[in-house]
């Protein structure tokens, strides 16, 4: 069958205190000496993600990296320039209708966020997805299903004009964007996502999760704090012992919810490891547990300066063990 057509572009979008920007790829200028990757904690994740990120949110997380400088023309309020985050989805599905053959959640997940400053140079975006991968691969992960957003965003913002006069202006939040990086890091493009119709509030710029709305309708772990994020949009907060479902209709209605039609986001499979080799590798960790090859080494003769004799040395690669060598002879 042959593969959807990917969009294309030149450009990569970079994120800075919730604003966009571009970098072509002919701009060049990266140097990876300067730069390195590493594991970080949540809270550290959290704090670059909900600053930078246009939709100033953080996925349920299960990994998270860093892209870290030493180079001081490029540090604004740090060495962290760059996060990658690798998250649960809402659904199971989401992760075994592109990866059948893998565990959800452990051995497969969702790059939820993926934000570079506007002050690292062009080109940085694929190298920091590799050491990702590669470190990801090393924890175990084997298959990543990420999405590229097409849906512009804008927001309202209130000004006052030069005579005093109350204004408002559509100011651009991003333009949407087509995962340039994912195709550049061979990742296979599976077309759109389902069309659906999403909750957009168009004075902030943001879409709504069903999700979130749906903590809230049955007051469920998560509920006050989505409440919380809907008085900040302008919603009045609700009043003890009000039904949530009612509030929620009227909160909505305040902060000017609009239902519109969302065409599907771009989606990508990027396989960590070959499929046929995990199947493989999956057989003998079933059925066998030790993978045993014999080899002949040449062995030096005991209590003789020089000499050899040829011995059988057996090579065994137990699974169980976390994944070992043992050597007998």
Same mark, same amino acid.
């Given at each position: 069958?042959?593969?959807?057509?990917?969009?294309?572009?030149?450009?990569?979008?970079?994120?800075?205190?919730?604003?966009?920007?571009?970098?072509?790829?002919?701009?060049?200028?990266?140097?990876?000496?300067?730069?390195?990757?590493?594991?970080?904690?949540? =809270?550290?994740?959290? !704090?670059?993600? #909900?600053?930078?990120?246009?939709?100033?949110?953080?996925?349920?997380?299960?990994? @998270?990296?860093?892209?870290?400088?030493?180079?001081?023309?490029?540090?604004? +309020?740090?060495?962290?320039?760059?996060?990658?985050?690798?998250?649960?989805?809402?659904?199971? @599905?989401?992760?075994?209708?592109?990866?059948? +053959?893998?565990?959800?959640?452990? %051995?497969?997940?969702?790059?939820?966020?993926?934000?570079?400053?506007? /002050?690292?140079?062009?080109? @940085?975006?694929?190298?920091?997805?590799?050491?990702?991968?590669?470190?990801?691969?090393?924890?175990?992960?084997?298959?990543?299903?990420?999405?590229? +957003?097409?849906?512009?965003?804008?927001? !309202?913002? =209130?000004?006052?004009?030069?005579?005093?006069?109350?204004?408002?202006?559509?100011?651009?939040?991003?333009?949407?964007?087509?995962?340039?990086?994912?195709?550049?890091?061979?990742?296979?493009?599976? $077309?759109?996502?389902?069309?659906?119709?999403?909750?957009?509030?168009?004075?902030?710029?943001?879409?709504?999760?069903?999700?979130?709305?749906?903590?809230?309708?049955? &007051?469920?772990? &998560? #509920?006050?704090?989505? %409440?919380?994020?809907?008085?900040?949009?302008? !919603?009045? /907060?609700?009043?003890?012992?009000? +039904?949530?479902?009612?509030?929620?209709?009227?909160?909505?209605?305040?902060?000017?919810?609009?239902?519109?039609?969302?065409? $599907?986001?771009?989606?990508?499979? #990027?396989?960590?490891?070959?499929?046929?080799?995990?199947?493989?590798?999956?057989?003998?960790?079933?059925?066998?547990?030790?993978?045993?090859?014999?080899?002949?080494?040449?062995?030096?003769?005991?209590?003789?300066?020089?000499?050899?004799?040829? =011995? #059988?040395?057996?090579?065994?690669?137990?699974?169980? @063990? $976390?994944?070992?060598?043992?050597?007998?002879?």
């Amino acid at each position: 069958m042959p593969q959807p057509a990917s969009p294309t572009s030149t450009a990569c979008q970079r994120w800075t205190l919730g604003r966009h920007s571009w970098r072509h790829a002919s701009e060049g200028g990266f140097d990876r000496r300067r730069f390195t990757v590493a594991a970080i904690p949540e =809270a550290l994740a959290r !704090a670059f993600v #909900c600053r930078h990120h246009y939709s100033a949110s953080y996925p349920a997380a299960r990994l @998270a990296w860093g892209l870290f400088t030493d180079d001081e023309a490029l540090v604004d +309020d740090g060495p962290l320039t760059g996060v990658a985050v690798l998250s649960v989805p809402m659904r199971a @599905a989401v992760l075994t209708n592109v990866f059948p +053959d893998l565990e959800p959640f452990t %051995e497969s997940l969702e790059l939820g966020r993926f934000v570079l400053t506007d /002050a690292v140079p062009a080109n @940085a975006e694929s190298w920091f997805l590799a050491q990702v991968w590669r470190q990801a691969a090393a924890a175990s992960l084997r298959g990543v299903v990420t999405f590229a +957003d097409p849906l512009q965003r804008q927001r !309202a913002i =209130a000004d006052v004009d030069e005579d005093g006069q109350s204004v408002t202006r559509v100011e651009t939040i991003t333009p949407g964007h087509v995962g340039v990086i994912y195709q550049a890091t061979n990742a296979v493009s599976l $077309g759109r996502s389902t069309a659906r119709t999403i909750n957009y509030v168009p004075s902030a710029g943001l879409v709504l999760p069903e999700r979130t709305l749906s903590k809230i309708r049955t &007051g469920e772990q &998560g #509920c006050e704090a989505a %409440e919380r994020h809907l008085v900040t949009l302008g !919603a009045r /907060a609700r009043r003890a012992h009000e +039904d949530t479902r009612s509030w929620l209709r009227t909160a909505l209605e305040e902060i000017g919810t609009q239902k519109i039609r969302h065409p $599907g986001n771009h989606r990508y499979k #990027c396989a960590l490891l070959h499929q046929m080799t995990l199947r493989r590798l999956r057989a003998v960790r079933d059925h066998h547990a030790l993978l045993t090859t014999v080899i002949l080494s040449r062995v030096p003769l005991l209590g003789q300066a020089s000499g050899f004799r040829w =011995a #059988c040395v057996t090579l065994t690669f137990d699974f169980w @063990a $976390g994944g070992s060598w043992l050597i007998s002879s």
